[in-house]
């Protein structure tokens, strides 16, 4: 098995925006193979692998859910040898200008986004933050070439290779939510020499950065009797030290709040407990935004938790993450799922 740091650059450097899937699918798709009975990809997009458990049938089921989608832009026009390109699931535009894409035309195109330089700027537009309707893809290829290999609602993603930091930091594009992915990869590795008596689903859901599609999707077809979602959450960085950021390297999240069933909460804190696995409670006051936040109301309701791994800039092509941490996050599932005996079922309980 590679390290984490080998398994996590597989994933963040493959190409994989919102509703173009396939190659980051294609990677997650090798690594899960060998360590589960069951692989498939459902209409949406999603990959679903299945880890039998050994209670006897029918067996209850759990469902680990990460988002494999990453944010990116999509081209909505071509000016010449340009491309105009807007927004797909949230990118930063403070940090867009001087990025090398990759264009998703009818090949992979490398490309850049520059602007005019600031000789040429007017004050004003110097202090200003650059328009959508001001950003270009340049590809050097002349008007009529361009024009042959990409079109409108092509996608661009960002070209950028994983770096490895001091004190086992990682750094690159994609992190969110491939550092989930990843997580749930090491966790199925775990289980493949543990005995769990519930059969584990793991899905690398598709769409969650337009709008947790596969994951409302996915659990609506699987139905299982208990979730849990990974995601990333804010990570402190030097300027942020407010509450709702959490320090990297002290373990992943455990969300508390109307979107978490209480009995999964408690459960997931009994194992890090349990394995001595630090952790940190981060309280989620409405909607968590993640697909947890779909999974929760999928048919009539699924018990649903949230863990997630502290993750500075993001939204960002440096996103930042501690290796530690997705360890700890895998670490933390496979111990919550081998404690699950096969009768136990969430409930809600009266309040003294």
Known sequence: MPTTFELLK??????????????????????WTPLTDALRTDAMGSLIALQRGSASAPRPAVMLAAHMDEIGLIVTGLE???????????????????????????RPLPGVIGSRPPHVLSAEERRKLVRWEEVFVDTGLPAEELADL????????????????????????????????????LALEWLRSRRHAWDVYAVATVQEE???????????????????????????????????????????????????????????????????????????????????????VARE???????????????????????????RAARLLASFVTRLDADFRPQWEDEA
């Open 301 to 327: 309701g699924i018990p649903t938790g949230l863990v997630e791994i502290p993750l500075r800039y993001m939204h960002q092509p440096v996103e930042t993450a501690a290796l530690r941490d997705i360890e």
């Open 210 to 296: 337009v709008g947790l599609k596969g994951a409302i999707t996915s659990a609506y077809n699987l139905a299982p009797q208990i979730a849990i979602a990974l995601d990333v959450t804010f990570g402190k960085q030097y300027d942020d030290d407010r509450a709702g950021t959490f320090e990297l390297g002290k373990g992943p999240t455990v969300a508390l709040g109307p979107n978490f069933h209480p009995q999964v909460v408690e459960r997931l804190k009994e194992a890090a407990k349990a394995e001595e696995i630090p952790y940190q409670l981060e309280p989620v006051s409405g909607s968590s935004g993640t697909d947890a936040w779909g999974i929760q």
């Open 150 to 185: 990409v079109s409108v609602g092509d996608h661009v993603t960002v070209d950028r290779e994983l770096v490895a930091l001091k004190n086992d930091l990682a750094a690159g594009k994609a992190l969110d939510n491939r550092a989930s992915v990843t997580a749930i990869t």
């Open 80 to 106: 010449g040898g340009f491309l105009r390109v807007h927004t797909l699931g949230g990118m930063d535009r403070r940090v867009i200008l001087g990025l090398d894409v990759i264009v998703h035309g009818r």
């Open 10 to 31: 597989t994933f963040t450097e493959a190409p994989g925006p919102s509703g173009r899937e396939n190659t980051v699918r294609e990677r997650i798709a090798e690594r």
